[in-house]
């Protein structure tokens, strides 16, 4: 079983539409969660963190369920620039390394 | 704040060559770390340094790998003799602590023909 696993994709949308990516990891003892986005032929970057509570920035909604070592990210009312790939990042412990999924591919369609 | 620079952005050597790659992270953070890219895999990590030492190597593929930070400051990482299958990008990230991510550089696209 791959340490991080997500939805396969590709994902093609409507501008406007919703779409949620899941995650699933491995490692019980993960501790910190992240959604990184890397454009094609760019680094990843930090899209946002992921907390027990639930966050949100803007349009971007994360959660985390840690009883079943899930993770998601909901994109609302998408837009072109939002295309791209989505990483699901775990990190498992204080001084370990960052573990990636594959990524979900993304396309918004006008 | 500058970010993450790495060089060059892109390197193609013969099977057998010798290349280094340079990451210059963000001034004051004392994490580097060096991640791979093979087509079609997911990123891994290769290790970790805090300042000039190396917390977690772990990931480096093989003894054909030397990563070094001298003074603490930038990192080379160098491939010899390079294998076709070292082919890939090569990121560096840097960070002031792990709650905050990490930032990536834009890569080194290696070919190893």
């Known amino acids: 079983r791959k340490e991080v696993e997500q939805d396969p994709g590709p994902f093609n949308v409507p501008e406007g539409a919703t779409v949620a990516f899941n995650c699933t990891y491995s490692?019980?003892?993960?501790?910190?969660f992240f959604w990184y986005r890397q454009d094609c032929r760019k680094e990843p970057k930090l899209l946002m963190s992921?907390?027990?509570s639930g966050n949100e920035d803007g349009r971007f909604t994360a959660q985390l369920n840690r009883a079943s070592q899930y993770i998601s990210l909901l994109i609302r009312d998408s837009k072109l620039s939002d295309s791209a790939t989505y990483l699901c990042?775990?990190?498992?412990?204080?001084?370990?390394?960052?573990?990636f999924g594959k990524g979900t591919k993304l396309s918004v369609k006008p | 704040e500058a970010g993450v620079t790495q060089f060059p952005s892109h390197s193609v050597i013969e099977k057998g060559q010798t290349v280094t790659l340079r990451c210059d992270p963000i001034?004051?953070?004392?994490?580097l770390y060096w991640y791979r890219r093979v087509m079609g895999k997911e990123i891994k990590f290769l290790l970790h340094?805090?300042?000039?030492?190396?917390?977690?190597e772990s990931g480096m593929p093989n003894n054909r790998f030397l990563a070094e930070r001298t003074g603490g400051t930038y990192s080379t990482l160098k491939v010899q003799p390079a294998e076709l299958e070292d082919s890939g990008v090569y990121f560096c990230?840097?960070?002031?602590?792990?709650?905050?991510?990490?930032?990536f550089g834009s890569g080194t696209r290696l070919t190893v023909v």
């Open positions: 990042v775990v990190h498992a412990g204080s001084q370990g390394n960052l573990i």
């Open positions: 490692n019980s003892a993960s501790q910190s």
């Open positions: 992921v907390y027990s």
């Open positions: 340094f805090v300042k000039e030492s190396k917390q977690d």
């Open positions: 001034s004051g953070h004392d994490n």
């Open positions: 990230a840097s960070s002031q602590a792990v709650r905050y991510g990490y930032t």
